[in-house]
């Protein structure tokens, strides 16, 4: 029998409900959520039930145990983010996400996979060739575009320089109005042709020229390059059926966005956290220079650096790049004592669960050393959960954790990135958790190998 105690939450306005104050400080009206209200928080958005959900069991009790009551939330059926990337694996549900998923996961083999360690690398010391020592630049930026070059290279293995700063352009345009979502802004510009929408949809059409040009060029050509948008055109499913160009196209763009934003974001904190932590890069160094000794490292290196993946997963953890995963409810079901009805939308604040006190010593401390496996498998499942979980887990977590290991071996070889004197770092939490104003460093260039780290 379902519960029927409600929980409490923030009443919020009363036409509005709590959206106001979400839109003013997100991170910090979910911590208070949890602070003031427990586990479970229920609360408004307009006309909409949301219910926040700040303990692992519940997180893996909807992930998991109980995942097939639950579909992607409302905002993943917004007008924009459809038209950005469609039925992808990130918007679709059913049996037609699951039909997707199967003909996607062979091109995430771990095994395939490896083989793209050789371009991130080689993409970085291209990077590299370019900084200078004491100069300043925006980590963010240049990340933002590193990731982008070699999700480019893997996907399609087509260097694409000459409409660069067209995607570039046209991605800038793209993310803009998800930095107003929760707004009355935002459900004009998805809904009613404000200047906003016109600007979006024009965007969204330079990048399906692009996209649909390279799949067709190679459908024709029925080239394999050993990159995942010829895994993705070879796939058939058990019925032997293959994915059509939209099918394909949506899948790309998927890939494209999120395939280079969450390692780029991941690498830009973390290099925010090791500029302020001498201990933690000391460490880093050390590590780098037992095992590679100066040579550029290799997807082989993986199991020999330790630390280095550490510093990713504790910068994932304190700025999880998806700093919340949402549901819908499908029927009515009970958690935690409380009664929650079929349509209310969920959401898993990772940021807040991920630096909750109960799970984590000094939470808000970067401790790299705390994802020793003797102290990490003491934490509950869901404590830590950056690239979602359950069936649905990311499909790209261990091509995402591969690149952002080589590129900070990579870069920490040749420079240090200090903080750039008067430069405030802000969190910009939008559709992903950003900086506000990017990251600017000083770049200081390392000796060579073999001298004192």
Not at 178 to 201: C, K, V, Y
Not at 321 to 346: H, L, M, S, T, W
Request: aromatic share 10%; hydrophobic share 40%.
């Amino acid at each position: 029998m379902v519960a029927a105690l409600v929980p409490g939450g923030p009443k919020g306005k009363l036409i509005t409900g709590v959206m106001p104050e979400f839109n003013r400080d997100s991170l910090a009206f979910m911590e208070r959520c949890a602070r003031e209200f427990g586990d479970v928080v229920r609360t408004r958005f307009l006309y909409l039930s949301a219910y926040f959900l700040f303990h692992p069991d519940h997180v893996e009790q909807v992930l998991v145990t109980n995942n097939r009551n639950f579909i992607k939330p409302r905002p993943f059926r917004a007008p924009f983010l459809q038209r950005l990337i469609g039925k992808g694996l990130l918007t679709s549900d059913g049996e037609f996400w699951r039909r997707q998923r199967r003909l996607a996961q062979p091109a995430f083999h771990r095994d395939r996979t490896s083989a793209y360690g050789e371009t991130m690398v080689a993409y970085t010391e291209r990077m590299l060739a370019s900084w200078r020592d004491g100069e300043t630049l925006d980590a963010h930026e240049e990340l933002m575009r590193l990731t982008q070059d070699i999700v480019v290279r893997t996907l399609f293995n087509a260097d694409v320089s000459a409409e660069q700063n067209e995607i570039v352009e046209s991605l800038g345009v793209l993310a803009r109005p998800f930095e107003s979502q929760a707004t009355l802004r935002w459900i004009a510009d998805n809904r009613l042709p404000t200047a906003g929408h016109r600007r979006f949809h024009r965007a969204a059409a330079r990048l399906d020229k692009i996209l649909y040009r390279i799949i067709a060029e190679r459908r024709a050509s029925g080239e394999d390059r050993g990159d995942l948008l010829s895994m993705l055109l070879a796939a058939r499913d058990e019925d032997g059926t293959r994915m059509t160009d939209r099918q394909l196209r949506d899948e790309v763009m998927t890939l494209f966005l999120a395939g280079h934003e969450t390692t780029a974001l991941a690498l830009t904190w973390a290099w925010h956290l090791l500029a302020w932590n001498a201990e933690a890069e000391t460490k880093l160094h050390a590590e780098l220079e037992t095992v590679l000794g100066g040579r550029t490292p290799t997807a082989g290196d993986m199991p020999r650096l330790p630390y280095c993946e550490w510093v990713v997963k504790e910068s994932l953890r304190l700025y999880p790049p998806a700093y919340v995963v949402g549901r819908e409810a499908v029927g009515d079901f009970e958690i935690g004592g409380y009664r929650v009805p079929a349509g209310a939308q969920v959401f898993m604040p990772t940021y807040v669960i991920q630096r909750d006190p109960r799970f984590y010593d000094e939470p808000s401390e970067f401790r790299p050393e705390r994802w020793r496996e003797e102290t990490a498998s003491r934490l509950p499942r869901y404590a830590y959960f950056p690239f979602g979980g359950g069936p649905r887990l990311c499909i790209g977590q261990a091509f995402a954790m591969m690149e952002a290991v080589l590129i900070l071996a990579t870069i920490a070889q040749k420079f240090r990135l200090r903080p750039a004197p008067g430069h405030r770092v802000e969190i910009r939490p939008a559709l992903s958790l950003r900086p506000r104003d990017g990251v600017r460093v000083l770049l200081e260039k390392r000796a060579e190998r073999h001298q004192s780290v």
